[in-house]
C-alpha cells in the first residue's frame, strides 16, 4: 500500500477526514515550496568612472564620474559539491577583474559621442570605453549582465540573472532576467 493510501485508510479508522484533507494540503504545499527555492549569491565590485549622458537636459550632460558599486548576482542549475553556486571569488577575479581592466578609473562614453572620445583621448595616457550605448546605471548594468557575464562565466555553468549598479548612494539601476 502506497503512503497516501495507508495514511487515508489510517485516517478513516478515525473518521478524521477533515483532519486527512489538511495533512494532504500541506504536504502538497510544502512540496511545491521545496521546488520553486532558487538560491543565488552576489557579489558586491566597487569601481571609479568617469562618464557623460549624451543628450541629457541637465548636469549629467558633463563629463563627471561615480564611485560606482555593482551587485552582481548569480544562479546555477545546482550547487557545487561544497554547497555554493560558485565562489564569491571566482565573481570578483572574473567580472570584477573585468571591471578593473575595462571600466575602473577609465572613462564609459557612448561609442557615438565623438566629441568626448576625443576630448578624453587628448589627453594621455586616456583609458576609455566605448559602450555601444549611451553610459547611463541602466546601460552599463545591461552590458554587465548580457555582455560581460556570459563572458567571464565561459564553462562555469553559472550565470548572472541580475546586476544592480548603484551610481550614488541614493541611485541605482537594475537588469535582470525576466522570470517566466
Ligand atoms: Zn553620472
Redesign the pocket.
Known amino acids: 500500500m502506497n503512503e497516501k493510501r495507508r495514511l487515508k485508510s489510517l485516517v478513516s479508522e478515525t473518521h478524521c477526514v477533515d483532519w486527512f484533507d489538511c495533512l494532504l494540503r500541506d504536504q502538497s504545499h510544502r512540496g511545491h515550496e521545496s521546488h520553486d527555492v532558487m538560491i543565488s549569491c552576489t557579489r558586491r565590485v566597487q569601481f571609479c568612472s568617469g562618464?557623460?549622458?549624451f543628450g541629457h537636459e541637465g548636469k549629467?550632460r558633463h563629463l563627471?564620474g561615480?564611485n560606482y558599486v555593482a551587485f552582481i548576482t548569480a544562479q546555477a542549475d545546482e550547487l557545487d559539491a561544497v554547497g555554493r553556486v560558485i565562489d564569491f571569488s571566482v565573481l570578483k577575479e572574473r567580472i570584477g577583474g573585468w571591471i578593473d581592466r575595462e571600466w575602473d578609473h577609465g572613462c564609459v562614453l557612448w561609442e557615438g559621442d565623438s566629441e568626448a572620445i576625443a576630448a578624453v583621448g587628448a589627453c594621455q595616457p586616456s583609458k576609455i570605453f566605448r559602450l555601444p550605448t549611451n553610459p547611463t546605471a541602466e546601460n552599463m548594468a545591461d552590458h554587465l549582465l548580457r555582455i560581460v557575464s556570459p563572458m567571464e562565466l565561459v564553462g562555469t555553468g553559472v550565470r548572472v540573472v541580475s546586476v544592480r549598479l548603484w551610481?550614488t548612494e541614493n541611485c541605482y539601476a537594475e537588469a535582470g532576467e525576466c522570470i517566466g
Open positions: 562618464h557623460r549622458v549629467c563627471h561615480h551610481e
